[in-house]
């Protein structure tokens, strides 16, 4: 190469790397420009710096909300390197979530179906490939379904006492008095009965991770909670700048992960069509949408049940989890839920059904009250189809704007749920429900993108919680954190340290 191409050559380096410079620098200044109140950002991190280190991802949106709730509906915010507006106002939420749902039905996740097939689940999915496989999944969740899984979620529960019960023995021949100090730390427990419920549920596979701990299924699922593939820097390049990353083979799973999942669907989906059995399961659904005219691949079977399992397991766990915690702490509250139930039985011969679980009611403010103090998805994440006026307000979001709607700062509003950090179920009473406004209590999300799972999340989590109430008491351990420290790596909210209970038998398991 001569002298003359070397320098040509840097000149040109020079000069993109200038024009980089600039834009970057613009984008940066977007919203200075705009008179939209903000936080400044960093160079490369934006308002996501010390997510992960120093504090949890919750936490910025928090303290977002309440410096500039009274000053302005929204204001912005720096998504790593995506441009994003953070909603304070519950009618402008309502506007984006319900009204005006048209125009803000993409999430804006980044997925790759050529190179990383499992990353194309329902929730990633946007425009016409989420429309279409939300109207096609929805068949699944409906209440008719529940109540057709609801005895297979019966018979992992009751498994599961039955192994708790066996993990109360063991450390009390093991410990002695130290048991009641240590106790027995429920969220690995939690975690592997919901990883059973689901295996069955979605996959119809008995893949037992109550007896067996290191089933690959719970291997795998807590590494896609538990560890990222690539930096932040990756991460956040793949999300701002999707059709080049796609272009680039970028892929989010870990391969082993991957690899596993699709191997378990494509046994399973050989199977079933070869021996005719049906299961009226999930993944009985998925098949018949496969065998349809124009329907869906197996690499699409596979990523709806891989999303199903991640979404079932890990939110329905952690809830159950903060739910015993603070039982535990609260022992009025789980002596009044714990006759509940037992009144409820009493009236169905002493038998779990369907019917019974709908009528414990105080069981489910319980779940409520445990899903506005612990926010499992702290933020809700759409983006804007079309440019967006702002009703009320001389503004216009932009096409592409990423939209977040921070959940966790408004379940903790004292303005909406005075003294948020007093856990109290008494606030989802039907009077008290009716007196909020209908966007302040978003765990589950709202509008015609809600979580299609949330039944089924909601049917493990009642019964779980029934069964171990039913047969055990739960109390502090001495060493147990009060107030609850959390996870600063953690994708979803998780406990730092696990939840450490001290439990007690009152009921053989039957």
């Known amino acids: 190469m001569t002298f003359l191409s070397l320098w040509i050559l840097l000149y040109l380096l020079i000069t993109a790397l200038t024009l980089l410079a600039v834009w970057w620098r613009k984008r940066l200044n977007y919203w200075s420009d705009r008179g939209v109140v903000h936080e ?37 915010f720096y998504l790593s390197m995506r441009i994003a507006a953070v909603i304070f106002d519950l009618e402008l939420i309502k506007h984006i979530l ?39 999944l929805t068949p699944t969740f409906t209440s008719a379904k529940m109540k057709y ?21 063991q450390l009390k021949e093991k410990k002695k008095d130290l048991a009641a100090i240590e106790g027995i730390e429920m969220g690995d427990l939690l975690a592997r009965f919901t990883t059973d419920v689901i295996s069955s549920c979605a996959f119809g596979l008995d893949c037992n991770s109550l007896q067996v701990p290191d089933t690959q299924f719970r291997i795998m699922g807590k590494k896609v909670f538990t560890t990222r593939r690539h930096s932040r820097l990756v991460t956040g390049f793949a999300q701002a700048f999707s059709n ?121 403010q319980i779940i409520n009250e445990t899903l506005r103090k612990y926010s499992i998805a702290t933020i809700i994440l759409r983006q804007t189809v079309n440019d967006y006026k702002v009703p009320n307000f001389n503004y216009v979001f932009e096409k592409g704007l990423n939209i977040i709607i921070p959940v966790d700062a408004i379940h903790r509003d004292p303005e909406i749920y005075p003294d948020p950090e007093r856990f109290d179920p008494t606030r ?43 047969y055990f008491k739960f109390m502090p351990t001495p060493n147990m954190k009060v107030p609850m420290e959390f996870q600063k790596h953690a994708i979803s909210l998780a406990c730092q340290g696990g939840i450490h209970l001290h439990v007690e038998s009152i009921a053989s398991a039957e």
């Open 40 to 76: 400044k950002p960093t160079i490369l991190y934006g308002n996501l710096k010390g997510i992960g280190t120093t504090m949890g991802l919750r936490e910025p949106f928090i303290k977002l909300y309440e410096k500039y709730k009274h000053v302005a509906p929204f204001a912005g």
């Open 244 to 364: 080049l990353a796609r272009k680039m083979g970028i892929k989010i799973l870990h391969q082993d992960v991957s690899e596993f999942f699709m191997k378990v669907v494509k046994d399973t989906v050989a199977y079933r069509e070869k021996s005719g059995i049906e299961r009226n399961d999930f993944m009985d659904l998925l098949i018949e949408l496969k065998s349809q005219q124009d329907g869906i691949t197996l690499e699409e079977i596979a990523a709806q049940a891989f999303v199903f399992f991640l979404a079932g397991f890990e939110t329905s766990s952690s809830t159950m989890g903060f739910a015993l915690y603070e039982l535990s702490l609260h022992p009025e509250i789980q002596v009044k839920a714990r006759e509940e139930i037992e009144d409820v039985l009493a009236r169905y011969d002493g038998k779990l059904t369907y019917e019974s679980l709908r009528e414990m009611h105080y069981l489910e």
């Open 98 to 136: 319900v009204k005006d749902f048209a125009n803000f039905s993409n999430r804006g996740n980044y997925y790759n179906p050529k190179d990383d097939p499992l990353s194309a689940h329902l929730f990633n999915l946007d425009g016409a490939s989420w429309r279409y496989m939300r109207t096609k």
């Open 428 to 470: 989802f009473e039907p009077e008290e429900v009716a007196k909020r406004h209908p966007m302040s209590w978003l765990p589950f999300g709202e509008g015609p993108r809600n979580c299609i799972g949330l039944r089924f999340g909601k049917m493990q989590i009642n019964v779980g919680l029934a069964l171990l109430l039913k």
């Open 149 to 169: 899984m609801f005895p297979t979620v019966v018979a992992v529960a009751k498994e599961f006492v039955k192994v708790l019960q066996k993990e109360m023995e």
